[in-house]
């Protein structure tokens, strides 16, 4: 379907979902499509939904049972790129020193002991997370 003949069908189903009813009589080629949109629409509206099978929970647990998530390589990928993102600051460290400095005395006024409370936060959430078997 092209996007012409998409544009005609919702162009059709909105003139269904907003004119009334008519009689067929004296409708000409797009007043009878837009009717049989309509009786589509309508009859779409007022049919109920099946309901699902008993077993629709225990058969949809035994197909993804044995999904596991399997992060062992994002989590190497994750700990390489880390350990060369700390090999680059270390190794450009010398030359970020000006910057590092000029950054301290500017952030002077920064609520440092809010910063240190937020970082020992994360720590601990983190602590805990690990502690707790979740990764």
């Known amino acids: 379907m092209n996007h012409i003949t998409a544009e005609r069908h919702a162009?059709?189903?909105?003139?269904?979902?907003?004119?009334?009813?008519?009689d067929q009589a004296?409708?000409?080629?797009?007043g009878m499509e837009i009717e049989a949109y309509r009786r589509l629409y309508r009859g779409l509206r007022e049919v109920p939904l099946p309901e699902p099978p008993e077993s629709f929970a225990a058969d949809m647990a035994r197909l993804v049972a044995?999904?596991?998530?399997?992060?062992?390589?994002?989590?190497?990928?994750l700990r390489a790129t880390v350990a060369v993102a700390a090999a680059g600051v270390a190794a450009l460290a010398p030359a970020l020193a000006p910057a590092v400095s000029a950054f301290a005395d500017a952030a002077g006024?920064?609520?440092?002991?809010?910063?240190?409370?937020?970082?020992?936060?994360?720590?601990?959430?983190g602590t805990l997370d690990r502690a707790a078997g979740r990764r």
């Not at 004296?26 to 797009?30: N, P, R, S, T, V």
């Not at 044995?66 to 990928?77: Q, Y």
Request: charged share 25%; no cysteine.
């Open 11 to 22: 162009r059709l189903q909105a003139a269904a979902e907003r004119e009334p009813a008519t």
């Open 26 to 30: 004296g409708l000409d080629l797009e």
């Open 66 to 77: 044995d999904h596991e998530e399997r992060a062992g390589l994002e989590i190497w990928a």
């Open 109 to 125: 006024a920064l609520p440092w002991p809010l910063l240190l409370a937020a970082l020992a936060a994360a720590l601990a959430g």
